[in-house]
């Protein structure tokens, strides 16, 4: 067998002893910690999970780390290799205090780095940047080779990550993704919860979520546009909303307030409503009252209905966070015929037996307890839980509410238990389900099917100045009088800085559609190279018109059968690295779970070059109209309506195939022979 001593030399990119602290730093007390994550492995999976972790070491160390990685396995349920870590609290500096031999790859270590910032991270300590469980990487040797190869890397290389792990470098040309990253990609028969908990234990898969293991999560700001737009026209399709109308006095009920969820009560105050959202954890709820996205908290159900009234009878825009559970809010809400306009839920009941979704009659730090010592309890009360709420939510929507899915699983969480009537079409879960998702009523028709979704970018030099000039450039490129969607959009990005979105980096994010994206882009990149800003890096949600497929969220609007086939998001991925973005992601999973959707996202640095404005014009308009194309194929009007556009705005260039419509009379008469 080849020695150790001969791989070490063989790598000139590598930990090494001085890669390798002394001391395992101390964790700040204040700073959230992830719950155990519990699996079964047997005494050979054991070993193998540390031979794994250890990979990374040089072989003088191993004597000294496999007791401690062992450890971390059994008390925690992940080897993490804290001692790797480093010290103080990590965020996206600058991007000129960065090492590297080119601009993009130091624009891609500000961006891993925001991920990981105290303020933005949910558990930072285990690299968990939302979601529960979506992380940056496995573990910490993964986070610091990665920054090792990417201060490395040349315009002539890519740099290739599979679950966290940085295969190595590979030449290419400055043209070609300088990263390829996919995250927890299982073979089908083995592309479920049990088998992807085993291999994360393991060290050999990364629940990446959307833009934690992508690299471009933007804080709760990275939501918060998508929520606003979503409760509002929300409230203008099923609450009496005039067209150009806000939400003042009405009122909006949720829960969550984690990294995701976060957003809720900021976009409803953008929106002129009133929320209360339920949150069991003090301390999400307190991070959100520091960052000024709520207003206030109280603690019983009577006291938040009374402040909400108070505030929907002045018109007053604000944000209550009940501490307490979601089922007692609304039971009291039921039993008090207290009535509510929009009602949804953003737990995260991906990972509804994870610490996700917190049983009702118990305390989180009791939920946190179960979790290590007593999981069979805590899966039944979990269980008992989504029983009592599905139950309330029946209650109240036969009262006029209107309940929306937010595509956190919740719905699918409920049918998962055994509660068959939630299916809409009797049989099974494939299609839908008796309420809509946000996607299926809203955000999809709405948005998603005429290419509007969540563009965003960052200012890597760090300047707020930057960020603004950004916003004023990207203000002057919509026109309010094209769509309502446009004038929506122009109002929100005009107050955008007066809103005080941004938590971490410099960002922002604007939904726009194909056309937008691309001439926003384009203009960027221009100031970039006239010196009016710094770099900027593009992005977007992988939650977006051509990024995801999920029959439980993204696609749930379509309708031809093909919601469970995952040939977009694929797609668009590999479009995207053909055209040469510079970052590309493709994960198993996202909000809804392992197994449940395929999403794909990009990070595209603008250093001012033509090198860049070529790939602008050629990557931005396919990963949006890849996405349109898809829902007009499945007979969607609107989607239609955009590629006609679409083809007659292009002709000798793009071309989209357009479907003929068939009767329905006619098919009915051919079916009731």
């Not at 030449?171 to 300088?178: D, E, F, I, L, V």
């Not at 009405?250 to 953008?270: E, P």
């Not at 469970?564 to 995207?576: K, L, S």
Request: glycine residues 10%.
């Amino acid at each position: 067998m080849m020695l150790n001593q001969e791989i070490f030399n063989a790598m000139t990119i590598k930990l090494t002893a001085t890669d390798i602290p002394l001391e395992i730093q101390k964790f700040d007390p204040k700073i959230r910690r992830a719950p155990k994550r519990v699996v079964h492995l047997e005494k050979d999976e054991i070993a193998l999970a540390l031979k794994n972790a250890l990979r990374y070491i040089p072989e003088e160390f191993h004597e000294m780390l496999a007791p401690e990685f062992l450890d971390e396995l059994k008390t925690y349920g992940r080897i993490y290799g804290y001692r790797f870590r480093p010290t103080g609290n990590i965020y996206g500096k600058p991007i000129f205090e960065y090492k590297g031999n080119c601009t993009d790859a130091k624009a891609i270590q500000v961006m891993i780095d925001n991920n990981l910032d105290f303020d933005i991270a949910l558990y930072p300590y285990e690299l968990v940047t939302y979601g529960e469980t979506g992380q940056v990487c496995q573990n910490w040797m993964q986070y610091r080779l990665i920054k090792k190869y990417l201060e490395n890397i040349t315009m002539d290389q890519t740099l290739v990550v599979a679950s966290g792990h940085p295969t190595g470098l590979f030449k290419s040309h400055p043209s070609a993704p300088r990263v390829i990253i996919t995250n927890a990609l299982m073979i089908g028969a083995f592309d479920d919860y049990d088998n992807w908990a085993r291999a994360a234990a393991l060290g050999v898969a990364n629940y990446g979520q959307m833009t934690a293991g992508g690299w471009m999560y933007i804080g709760p700001q990275g939501i918060v546009h998508g929520t606003y737009s979503t409760i509002l026209n929300a409230g203008r399709l099923f609450c009496g909303v005039p067209a150009d109308g806000d939400l003042r006095g009405k009122l909006f009920v949720t829960s969550g307030l984690g990294g995701m969820s976060g957003a809720q009560g900021k976009a409803t105050v953008i929106a002129k409503g009133v929320s209360i959202i339920a949150e069991v954890d003090l301390s999400r709820i307190q991070t959100r009252l520091e960052q000024g996205w709520i207003n206030k908290f109280l603690s019983t159900p009577a006291e938040v209905f009374t402040l909400a009234k108070e505030k929907m009878n002045s018109k007053t825009p604000y944000a209550i966070a009940y501490h307490g559970n979601i089922v007692d809010l609304l039971e009291y809400a039921d039993k008090n015929n207290i009535h509510i306009d929009l009602l949804s839920d953003q737990t995260s009941c991906h990972a509804v037996y994870d610490g996700g979704y917190c049983p009702v009659g118990i305390t989180f730090e009791e939920r946190t307890r179960l979790l290590a010592e007593d999981r069979k309890t805590f899966r039944k009360l979990v269980d008992e839980t989504l029983e009592r709420h599905y139950n309330v939510i029946k209650s109240l929507t036969s009262k006029g509410v209107y309940f929306f899915d937010y595509g956190n699983s919740f719905l699918k969480s409920i049918y998962d238990i055994g509660i068959k009537e939630i299916s809409k079409n009797g049989r099974d879960d494939k299609g839908g389900f008796i309420f809509p998702s946000y996607v299926e009523d809203i955000l999809g028709p709405e948005l998603f099917d005429y290419g509007y979704g969540p563009f965003r970018w960052v200012c890597l030099s760090g300047k707020k100045e930057d960020l603004l000039k950004t916003d004023a450039a990207a203000l002057e490129l919509v026109d309010p009088n094209r769509r309502y969607q446009d004038r929506d959009n122009y109002v929100w990005i005009k107050d955008a800085d007066e809103n005080g979105l941004v938590v971490g980096t410099q960002a922002r994010i604007f939904y726009q559609d194909a056309m937008s994206r691309t001439a926003i882009a384009l203009k960027f990149n221009d100031m970039v190279r006239k010196g009016e800003i710094g770099p900027v890096m593009l992005g977007r949600d992988h939650h977006d018109v051509s990024g995801t497929d999920s029959p439980f969220r993204e696609t749930s609007n379509i309708k031809d059968g093909s919601n469970i086939m995952a040939d977009m998001a694929t797609q668009c991925f590999a479009g995207n690295a053909a055209r040469g973005m510079t970052m590309i992601a493709l994960h198993n999973g996202g909000g809804v779970g392992i197994g449940k959707s395929i999403n794909g996202g990009f990070g595209m640095v603008l250093d001012g070059s033509k090198r860049v404005d070529e790939i602008l014009s050629t990557a931005m308009p396919w990963d949006v109209m890849g996405g349109v194309a898809r829902r007009a194929w499945a007979r969607n009007p609107h989607s239609i309506e955009t590629v006609i556009e679409f083809n007659n705005n292009n002709l000798g260039t793009d071309h989209i195939t357009l479907p003929y419509i068939a009767s329905e009379d006619l098919i009915n008469k051919l079916l009731d022979k």
